[in-house]
């Protein structure tokens, strides 16, 4: 039933990152072309007003956690097919999922904690 | 077999003798080509000729039993069921199938592939026993709910899927090509109602999941399988279950008995010239 469980999260996640990655790649570059999101999506006062929007934080958050999930689960079937045994594979299990689940809270942190870095270096 | 010997052409085989060799090793025999010359009969001709214990499984010698699977020239085929002609080359390199062990010369041992394949329960699962064990009438099944698995029932069990398969390569817990797509066969199948036991295994390390969709087992299929294909039907199938978004249909009722007036000027059967006991 795992299996299952986790590569219909897998492929969920690779929908999020889909979509997410592709506003991505809408705003940051390829603005110019499109023209968007207003003239220069790089500029400092661009990146610090997404940083204090509730939308983008969330956004970062959910692509985050896609990307760390899809990849991580991805890279577990690459360990996976050099053919480790069972302790081996329990190990890689609890391991990707430590060093995941700490990334996302690091990343989560730095989202959220971002509008209030970038309200004190604007002054 | 027969017919005037167009050119000679070496055969390059695996042989391996457990018990004398401790690995496989090449060994060339040149044999005379023959119009229409398979690979099969080259190799009953190297046995003939040069090597009276060369070991090979073969049977029905037209591609359907499917018990010739090999490594030929670089690629999973079937012995009986390929010229040598249309190899385009004067060697001939044949070698067991590729991802099992070998149990002499060019002899497979195909246990792992049936034993996955038993655990898929590959065959109908219904709740009327008494009507399986003691038939009465045929279940119903329309020619489209047919079309939803019978090129996948056109399967011989060669094995050359498994051979060309790069998971069943390097992960020994994954069932392989042939076993899942006899799983799907007859969970498409509108006379069965296994899917819920074999979504017990299927669901586990040893489903579908580690499939890539490299798409070798259908590109080698000698009998033009798609078992890629309904790995990837299996995958939607089992994910739509999980979420509660797949189709439940009970399985296929009995067809009604034959109505109408019985014909009376069919011929009986000859009589019996040989009586047995």
Redesign the interface.
Known sequence: ????????WH?AAGAVILILLGMHMAIMHLNQSLGLFGPEPLAWESVAERATSLFFTVTYVLLLGAALYHGFYGFR?IL????PGAGLRRTIDVGLSVLGLALFAFGTWAAIAAPGAATMVGG | MAGTPLKTVTFHLRRFEPGKDREPHWEDYAIPLTPGMTVLDGLWKVKELSAPSLAWRSSCRMGICGSCGMLINGRPRLACNTQIAELKSDVVAVGPLPNFDIIKDLVPDLRPMFEAHRELMPYLLRNDAAEQEDPTREYWQSPHELEHYLQFSYCIKCGCCMAACP?VA???RYSGPMPLGQAHRYDSDSRDAGFGRRR?V????S?P??CHFAGECSQVCPKGVDPAKAIQLM?QD??LD??RLRRRRPPAALAEAPHGTMREDIAAAPTRTVTGT
């Open positions: 039933m795992r299996d299952r469980t986790l590569w219909t492929i079937n996976f097919e050099l053919n | 998971t390097t992960d020994p017990e299927l669901s586990g390390g489903g999941w580690r995958k089992l994910v999980l979420l």
